[in-house]
T-cell receptor, first 110, second 110 residues
Framework: GQQLNQSPQSMFIQEGEDVSMNCTSS?????WLWYKQDPGEGPVLLIA?????ELTSNGRLTAQFGITRKDSFLNISASIPSDVGIYFC??????????FGAGTRLTVKP | DVKVTQSSRYLVKRTGEKVFLECVQD?????MFWYRQDPGLGLRLIYF???????EKGDIPEGYSVSREKKERFSLILESASTNQTSMYLC?????????FGNGTRLTVT
């Protein structure tokens, strides 16, 4: 099936710093999704992207759907302690399931 | 708001036991999914179902089976639990994008 490569695997940053993570695919996606998983919880949708080149914001979060349709980026500006968690990229598989990246574990030091 | 409920947050089972993980959703979604989450591997699809009594294998179905007798309920069954099935199990549902997740069941097989 389609593979999603997400990087970096983990990040340790200081509160107030900006964060950037990305996801690449071996094949084209028509939708890119970004999820966040808080400790002890299930993943929750942050941003959905439906068109190549689309740039979408949700508060301090901004995500972009790459022009090639094989990549996506998530940026977090001015990080705060509650940004801690695991961030996953995801895209739909033609077989009706969803493919996920391995996740980026974010730690924010106050 | 969509609610996906997993019956147990934590389970401890012995090797060889038959284990049932239950998931219920309240939004009449056709599609339901079982994922397994392991550090560094992200979310891997075990099985999914697109309708009552219908099921499809995901990437790692070996050692698992599923049951969907009612639209709102999707059960994951470990026929004979093994230590390598110790993991976090996440149930999800959707009609179209995006997926809505439960809070997970952390299973330990000793």
């Amino acid at each position: 099936g389609q593979q999603l490569n997400q990087s970096p695997q983990s990040m340790f940053i200081q509160e107030g710093e900006d964060v950037s993570m990305n996801c690449t695919s071996s094949s084209i996606f028509n939708t890119w999704l970004w999820y966040k998983q808080d400790p002890g919880e299930g993943p929750v949708l942050l941003i959905a992207l439906y068109k190549a080149g689309e740039l979408t914001s949700n508060g301090r979060l901004t995500a972009q759907f790459g022009i090639t349709r094989k990549d996506s980026f998530l940026n977090i500006s001015a990080s705060i302690p509650s940004d801690v968690g695991i961030y996953f990229c995801a895209g739909p598989n033609p077989l009706n399931d969803m493919r996920f990246g391995a996740g980026t574990r974010l730690t924010v030091k106050p | 708001d969509v609610k996906v409920t997993q019956s147990s947050r934590y389970l401890v089972k012995r090797t060889g036991e038959k284990v049932f993980l239950e998931c219920v959703q309240d939004m009449d979604h056709e599609n339901m999914f079982w994922y397994r989450q392991d550090p560094g591997l992200g979310l891997r699809l075990i099985y999914f179902s697109y309708d009552v009594k219908m099921k499809e294998k995901g990437d790692i179905p070996e050692g698992y089976s599923v049951s969907r007798e009612k639209k709102e309920r999707f059960s994951l069954i470990l026929e004979s639990a093994s230590t390598n099935q110790t993991s976090m199990y996440l149930c999800a549902s959707r009609r179209d994008s995006p997926l809505h997740f439960g809070n997970g069941t952390r299973l330990t097989v000793t």
